[in-house]
């Protein structure tokens, strides 16, 4: 138990579907993060929020959708998805932009 | 890029100590190293972060020479459930940190 939950823990989708990725934080944390970690590629970061304000988008393509509604909760909204999307997407949480990153356990995507 | 370059893969032994060794020669002033873990089909785990000299907790230490170009990993007595990725980070903001391929150990019985 990291403090940091993803749901769902695997989802397949069509390239045509809209699902979301879910995270809830407990740990009293004040910046969010979704990362993308693709098979045989480093861990990359993908969009970061600070008190509910995004902060970062790292040129992630438009079809990935962030929403951070509070600091617990990040939403990563999908849409007209491609193959080479599918990946595990990890959320993490940090008291501050500063501190140390505490990562949840990963939504594995397969996109069909 | 990564900053930071280690061993692609490293066995050992359980009971062994383990050491695993992070080059940074372009480490910045105000950088600090940072090691994670990761076991397969589960999100990165924060190990130990470290400025200078040494610092230890309860799982690892991590040993930083005065020049700071390198750093250690030493896990003492592992087990087969410390079987996983290792990342050494390098930078000044945890959340601009910058991933490599980290180092896959394998600990044998």
């Known amino acids: 138990e990291t403090g940091v939950t993803q749901t769902p823990r695997h989802l397949v989708m069509g390239m045509t579907n809209k699902k979301s990725l879910k995270c809830e934080q407990h740990?009293?944390?004040?910046?969010m993060y979704w990362y993308k970690q693709s098979a045989k590629k480093p861990l990359e970061l993908m969009f970061v929020?600070?008190?509910?304000?995004?902060?970062e988008n790292n040129s992630v393509p438009s079809r990935f959708s962030p929403e951070c509604p509070n600091s617990s909760h990040l939403f990563l909204h999908l849409h007209t998805l491609q193959p080479e999307d599918s990946a595990l997407y990890l959320c993490?949480?940090?008291?501050?932009?500063?501190?140390?990153?505490?990562f949840g356990e990963g939504s594995w995507l397969t996109v069909v | 890029l990564a900053k930071t370059t280690q061993p692609i893969s490293m066995d050992s032994y359980e009971g062994q100590e383990v050491n695993i060794t992070c080059s940074h020669n372009n480490i910045a002033t105000n950088d600090y190293i940072t090691w994670y873990q990761q076991f397969p089909s589960q999100g990165p785990r924060f190990i130990i972060q470290?400025?200078?000299?040494?610092v230890t907790n309860e799982v690892a230490s991590l040993f930083i020479p005065a020049d700071r170009k390198s750093s250690t990993l030493s896990l003492p007595r592992v087990s087969l459930s410390d079987t996983a990725v290792y990342y050494c980070l390098v930078g000044d903001s945890n959340y601009q940190l910058i991933w490599g391929a980290g180092t896959k150990l394998i600990i044998k019985p």
């Open positions: 740990l009293g944390h004040n910046a």
């Open positions: 993490a949480s940090s008291q501050a932009l500063e501190n140390t990153i505490y």
């Open positions: 929020y600070s008190l509910e304000e995004r902060v």
């Open positions: 470290g400025y200078k000299t040494k």
